[in-house]
């Protein structure tokens, strides 16, 4: 079988020639390849230095099909959506007249015209990959439209969490993330971590307010100083407008922050490797992997009770969730952690292990043969 997927997922070339693209999925992509003789993956080529996430192909079979570069935050930059529409159609087309199934991974920008002409005129088998907050009350308009179009028309599609009054053909869905050798490592890791005294936490993705940075910032501010003596480090992980803003404002914090930057997909291994908690206080999500990720090394997330993360996350079972965004709620959680025994952090790790397996490779291609193809 031939399957088309079609993301917005930023590729860039090597100085060697090499191709790459984001990591998160161009690893799904090359652990996906074994079920499909050939797999296209329809995205955006971009100009300038590649970024440390991300990854080549690690097989032939996996064939880039570029497409033009749109969006941004300028007007220009959004009217580019529609004016080279006309471009992208006739590339995707032609693409899936070779294929046996597409994907097409929402939401994004090009979404908009895109999902309504893969429902109207494509006869290619196919499924949509909602990868954002399917619950979300206000979502962006179109983010709001892309969903509303899934909702109402026939073929499949994967969403995160389990929700009342949900379409037949919309399936729940775990977003994969591990192999089965990263459980392998994870699993070895762990049984080897210990519950310091002093903790390190960790924060990974974009350096926004959305994301909850400037909340982690206050929260650590309102940290006793005999709190702040078990506080190893605090980890930032990502990339953002507001990037050296936050850095200046660590500078009298009272412990060590480090900004790492964008990394690699094995760098920010290590750090979850260093760290025993994660903090992802964000105002929306779809299931985020790195909730998953850094759980595989032994880190509890304190996370926000947003999307499917509660699906998932029990509080004081498999970490601790926040259902309010506020300074003194994340405290909180951050008191009670700092305050557990190495038992209770035993305990938890090995809760985690069972809903670890579900964003397992192995385990949504058994999904996908059962429910999608």
Request: proline share 5%; charged share 20%; net charge positive.
């Amino acid at each position: 079988m031939k399957l088309a997927i079609i993301s917005h997922t930023e590729h860039y070339t090597l100085a060697d020639g090499t191709l790459v693209g984001l990591s998160s999925t161009v690893n799904e992509l090359n652990n996906l390849q074994a079920e499909f003789e050939t797999i296209y993956h329809i995205a955006m080529l971009h100009h300038g230095t590649a970024p440390a996430n991300t990854m080549a192909y690690n097989s032939k079979q996996i064939i880039f099909i570029p497409i033009p570069k749109v969006g941004g935050k300028r007007f220009k930059d959004k009217w580019q959506i529609i004016t080279k529409a006309p471009e992208t159609i006739r590339i995707i087309t032609k693409v899936l007249n070779d294929a046996d199934y597409f994907q097409f991974r929402a939401p994004i920008g090009i979404g908009v015209y895109l999902i309504p002409y893969l429902i109207l005129f494509i006869k290619t088998k196919g499924w949509f990959k909602y990868a954002g907050n399917w619950n979300q009350n206000k979502p962006p308009l179109g983010y709001a439209l892309q969903r509303w179009m899934l909702k109402n028309q026939s073929r499949k599609v994967t969403i995160n969490g389990v929700w009342p009054n949900q379409p037949k053909q919309c399936l729940s869905f775990e977003n994969p993330c591990l192999t089965e050798d990263d459980i392998l490592k994870g699993r070895q890791f762990c049984s080897q971590k210990v519950w310091l005294n002093k903790k390190s936490f960790c924060f990974v993705g974009r350096l926004e307010p959305e994301k909850g940075v400037p909340l982690i910032i206050e929260t650590f501010k309102l940290l006793s100083e005999e709190e702040k003596t078990h506080i190893d480090t605090l980890h930032f992980i990502g990339d953002g407008r507001h990037y050296n803003r936050f850095k200046n404002e660590v500078k009298d914090l009272g412990i060590t922050v480090l900004f790492h930057g964008i990394l690699s997909r094995k760098d920010v291994f290590d750090v979850y490797k260093q760290s025993h908690v994660l903090l992802l206080p964000s105002k929306s999500e779809g299931f985020p992997k790195v909730i998953i990720e850094s759980m595989n090394f032994g880190c509890i997330p304190i996370v926000s009770n947003v999307s499917s993360i509660g699906h998932y996350i029990s509080y004081g079972v498999h970490g601790y969730l926040m259902e309010s965004l506020t300074p003194s709620a994340l405290l909180k959680q951050l008191q009670i952690v700092l305050q557990l025994h190495s038992d209770d952090y035993l305990r938890i790790v090995k809760n985690q292990e069972s809903i670890i397996r579900k964003f397992t490779y192995s385990n949504y291609h058994r999904h996908l043969k059962d429910k999608v193809l």
